[in-house]
């Protein structure tokens, strides 16, 4: 593995977050009709979406853990459970080894200082009235970061240079500027606190290459220097390959594979992974026929039945449709979920 | 390719200029922009953070608000000047022929509404038909991009959408009303591959059947490589590359595209840090007296801190902006 920090990696360090069977489901509530039958005792049917379906995974102290899958399985959703913003239906999150529904006072207060997320819509995350000079200074001013109003100001200035921004920038608000200007001041904010555990959801998505390689390069940085850690969520294949030490693969909701990244791009196990990485696009690869994706997509409203991924898999077999495959490690660090590999 | 005439222009912009006013005067943020667009034709813009590819499609659309203006310039589609079309007019072509699908999706999306009570209303401006036919149509848009149970998603509210679902509602909605011109502001920027090749697919379809033509706005080389007939690469709001796909990606002659190329992840060891190319944009109201992209060029001389570079053009139509550009037979 060429990733220097971990390349003789001695022992794995400790986890910082660890998810066992966390899970998230999402109902609407009763429309009028519904909630009359039901007061008639009948029966009602509002269907349930899940969204995150009994995912287990740590992440450790220093590493960069990728999160990869198609839109609407359900990364954002696991990302906010890790930060605390989104509570689980179901399942434990623990935060340096204590459930975090247990932590309370200096606990609780290190718990959302050092996990911070960049969101992957910076509009609806920026507060539209307040100034984006003042939008980096709130949580040093809130939680007392920093001692006085100079030492805030020049916090401040550094974060936006971090990121590639003019420091005049401070004084506008969020909608006078482009859409990467916009995601690099989440990114900023989210630095500014100097977390210990960050969830980067697409942070680079609207980024042009020579910012995304800046920030980037500003990740990497960060965790030589200050050893933090990352969960990554990306669709972008080859910027995960670039930066993350091992990749979680993603399908409706479960973790279908997990392994180192350089073991996972030349070894990819399971049919899910294989596809995604036939098809990552690059200037090399030039007029590429485009199709409609094959099979139909699965609905989180109507999970398929046995493997989620058995409508588009072109291995799939009757046990494939009717029992759903369980977790294998096939190396020690290289797990899959799927019954081609239940022999070996 | 699209079987279409790629010779009929549906778009030609000439010299349009667009700046921000403030406290200290007046900045462009787009710079004397010169683009044609043929039917069923697709042009890639590129170009870093900043570099005025969204203020662009907002000032073709005439969507510019104060303390931004349009100053000059000519917009024609179809033959006809936008920029002298009244407000009303404008509304009607904004949607029907002419569409734009914004970087921000939440901008587009009325959170108090469903998407269904969205899309519905999209089409009902510019058709006329009773609901349940106007919603089969829009699930089918839905199904189009690729959301699943579509008819239980007209039903939902934009924030139960995950953000690469709520990219490609605005997406359905753009390509609802078959339009002849689609700007698409970084449309698949959060979208992973298969996706991507879904609603690429779809617009080349729709692209074969109508004949729309395209302007796909995004900083990812990879998607425009294989979409683009043509690529313009804009730097401080000049464009200062503009040429066939081919040309562009495998012989830049621009300093500022070869840059970009570079720092496409991919040769570098993971791990390592990126090339990025040196230095970042400066603000709309320090934009460098010569050529723009001067301060951070390794081939600056002192002939470029002095004059903005002219346009100069090969026989291919291929036009840069500089006065010391690449060797022509140096490959990318
Ligand atoms: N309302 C505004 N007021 C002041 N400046 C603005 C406003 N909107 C945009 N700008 C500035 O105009 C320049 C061009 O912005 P634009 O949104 O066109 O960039 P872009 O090329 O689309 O970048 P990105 O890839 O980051 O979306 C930027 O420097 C931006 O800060
Ligand atoms: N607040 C909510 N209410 C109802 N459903 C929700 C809510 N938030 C998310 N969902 C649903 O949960 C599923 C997973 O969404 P999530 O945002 O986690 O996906 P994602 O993997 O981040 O996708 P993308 O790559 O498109 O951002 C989707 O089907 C979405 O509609
Ligand atoms: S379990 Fe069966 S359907 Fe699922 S990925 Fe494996 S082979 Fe394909
Ligand atoms: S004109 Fe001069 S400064 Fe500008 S890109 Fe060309 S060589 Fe560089
Ligand atoms: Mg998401
Ligand atoms: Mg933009």
Not at chain 1, 69 to 87: D, N, P, Q, V
Request: charged share 25%; aromatic share 4%; with cysteine.
């Amino acid at each position: 593995m060429m990733n220097a920090l971990h390349a003789d990696a001695g022992p794995t360090p400790p986890p910082v977050l660890e998810m066992r069977a966390l899970e998230r489901e999402f109902t609407r509530k009763p429309v009028l009709a519904e909630r009359l039958l039901g007061l008639l005792g009948r029966q009602i049917d509002i269907p349930v979406l899940k969204a995150v379906r009994s995912v287990d995974l740590s992440v450790h102290e220093g590493e960069v853990l990728g999160l990869v899958g198609e839109s609407g399985c359900g990364k954002s959703t696991l990302g906010r459970m890790l930060t605390g913003i989104t509570s689980p239906s179901r399942g434990e999150l623990d935060y340096n080894g204590k459930p975090v529904t247990e932590l309370s006072g200096q606990a609780l207060r290190d718990f959302t200082l050092d996990v911070q997320m960049i969101f992957q819509d910076p509009y609806a995350s920026l507060n539209p009235r307040q100034k984006v000079g003042d939008i980096l200074a709130e949580p040093l001013r809130v939680h007392r970061i920093t001692r006085s109003e100079t030492e805030t100001r020049k916090r401040v200035d550094e974060a936006l240079r971090e990121v590639g921004l003019d420091v005049s920038y401070r004084d506008r608000y969020p909608h006078q500027f482009s859409g990467g200007q916009r995601q690099r001041i989440g990114i900023a904010r989210a630095l500014i606190v100097e977390p210990r555990f960050l969830v980067c959801d697409e942070p680079i998505a609207a980024l042009d290459v020579s910012i995304q390689a800046q920030v980037i390069n500003l990740f990497l940085d960060l965790r030589r220097r200050r050893n933090l850690t990352y969960l990554f969520i990306s669709h972008d294949l080859s910027v995960v390959r670039h930066i993350a030490d091992r990749v979680a693969i993603m399908y409706l909701g479960q973790i279908v594979e997990l392994a180192p990244a350089a073991r996972l791009f030349a070894e990819p196990a399971h049919p899910y992974t294989r596809t995604l990485l036939e098809q990552i696009p690059s200037v090399r690869n030039r007029k590429r026929k485009f199709h409609a994706v094959k099979g139909e997509i699965p609905s989180p409203l109507k999970p398929p039945s046995g493997c989620a991924f058995h409508p588009r898999c072109a291995f799939a077999t009757d046990r494939c449709r009717a029992e759903a495959p369980l977790p294998r490690d096939l190396t020690e660090t290289h797990r899959v979920s799927c019954h081609l590999f239940d022999n070996n | 390719m699209t079987g279409q005439d790629k010779t009929i222009p549906v778009l030609e912009i000439r010299g349009l200029q667009t700046v921000f006013h403030d406290a200290q005067g007046a900045w462009p943020a787009i710079n004397g922009l010169d683009l044609t667009l043929h039917k069923g034709e697709v042009l890639g813009l590129v170009g870093e953070s900043g570099s005025g590819k969204s203020v662009a499609g907002f000032s073709v659309l005439g969507l510019i608000d104060p303390p931004g203006e349009i100053t000059n310039g000519e917009v024609l589609f179809n033959g006809r000047d936008l920029r002298k079309l009244d407000e009303e007019s404008l509304r009607q072509l904004r949607g029907a022929s002419l569409s734009m699908i914004f970087q921000d999706p939440l901008t587009t999306l009325n959170p108090v509404l469903t998407i269904g009570e969205q899309m519905v209303e999209a089409i009902a401006e510019h058709t006329r038909g009773a609901t349940p036919d106007l919603r089969r149509r829009c699930a089918e848009g839905l199904a189009r991009v690729g959301i699943t149970s579509p008819a239980e998603r007209l039903d939902q509210y934009p924030h139960e959408l995950s953000g690469g679902m709520r990219q490609r509602v605005v997406i359905a909605i753009a390509m609802l009303n078959r339009p002849d011109l689609i700007i698409a502001d970084e449309p698949t920027t959060a979208l992973d591959v298969t996706i991507q090749g879904q609603i690429i697919a779809e617009m080349q379809e729709l692209q074969r059947e109508s004949g729309a033509a395209l302007i796909w706005i995004t900083h990812d080389l990879g998607v425009v490589a294989e979409l683009a007939d043509r690529i313009a690469v804009m730097y401080a709001g000049d464009i200062v590359e503009t040429g066939s796909t081919d040309d562009v990606l495998d012989r830049p002659r621009h300093p500022y595209t070869r840059g970009l190329l570079n720092s496409v992840p991919g040769d570098t060891a993971a791990g390592e840090p990126l090339r990025q190319i040196e230095g970042s944009a400066p603000p709309l109201s320090r934009r460098p007296a010569g050529c723009p992209f001067s301060p951070r060029c390794d081939r600056a001389s002192d002939m470029c801190l002095d004059q903005p570079p002219p346009p100069e053009a090969d026989a291919n139509g291929r036009v840069w902006r500089c006065y010391h550009p690449l060797p022509e037979e140096e490959a990318a």
